[in-house]
């Protein structure tokens, strides 16, 4: 069964201050993926990798960092985090092997709120 | 750049009527589509997917067909239940741009169902 596990599930920041959310596929999939979820606006992709300490920018970058340091870890860093970043944050990962009719495997999400 | 439109935010039924979300997308290639379904407290998962003109995807009662005359994949299952509460995403795969790498998602559809 495929797993991609986020921490932390939950977080409250304070504006300006620095969040680091985490993401571990055991999936072996070359691909991996941060969204953002926020009512009426659906799932928009920030940052993705499909190969290690490579990251590419999605259609909501700014204000966001990726990192990944190995095949399976796959980071989202907020620098100086803003009350506009407070949402839901999802993890994915895909088999490179698949093409564009691979699936997307998702984490569980982390909820991030930024007072 | 390609696109996803889900034309419901939010659909109210009761058990056993008929649902339709209707799903239309724009890519400059032959995109595989895909139905996503979020239950409440976890990540989306795949309900199926179609990759060919007049393919029919199909999953737990749900179905729908890929049209590319119309560019459209609307979601359809003939009698819901109250345990089909969720929110459903569109999405597309577009191997002729550079969307092919990633998922582009529609806007999603909660859909809330009574007994």
């Known amino acids: 069964e495929a797993a991609v596990t986020q921490s932390p599930r939950s977080k409250v920041a304070v504006t300006g201050g620095k969040v680091t959310l985490s993401c571990h596929q055991t999936?072996?999939?070359?691909?991996m993926y941060w969204y953002r979820q926020d009512t009426g606006h659906g799932l928009r992709l920030i940052h993705y990798?499909?190969?290690?300490?490579?990251?590419e920018k999605g259609d909501i970058p700014d204000g966001y960092k990726a990192s990944r340091p190995s095949q399976e870890n796959f980071s989202l860093i907020l620098e100086l985090a803003s009350l506009s970043q407070t949402a839901v944050y999802f993890c994915?990962?895909?088999?490179?092997?698949?093409?564009?009719?691979?699936?997307?495997?998702f984490g569980e999400g982390s909820k991030l709120t930024v007072l | 750049g390609d696109s996803v439109t889900q034309t419901e935010g939010q659909v109210a039924l009761s058990e056993e009527d008929f649902l339709t979300i209707h799903c239309n997308y724009s890519?400059?290639?032959?995109?595989?589509l895909f139905w996503y379904v979020q239950y409440p407290g976890e990540g989306p998962q795949l309900l199926f997917r179609?990759?060919?003109?007049?393919e029919k995807g199909s999953s737990r009662g749900f179905e729908a067909t890929y049209d590319k005359g119309t560019t459209s994949f609307h979601l359809r299952k003939a009698s819901v239940q109250e345990s089909d509460s969720a929110v459903y995403y569109c999405?597309?795969?577009?191997?002729?741009?550079?969307?092919?790498?990633?998922?582009?998602f529609g806007q999603g559809t909660s859909l809330s169902v009574v007994p």
């Open positions: 994915a990962s895909r088999e490179l092997r698949e093409g564009n009719t691979g699936q997307l495997y």
């Open positions: 999936n072996n999939h070359d691909y």
């Open positions: 990798s499909y190969v290690a300490d490579s990251t």
């Open positions: 890519a400059s290639g032959y995109p595989t």
């Open positions: 179609a990759s060919r003109d007049k």
């Open positions: 999405a597309l795969s577009d191997p002729g741009s550079s969307s092919f790498s990633k998922l582009v």
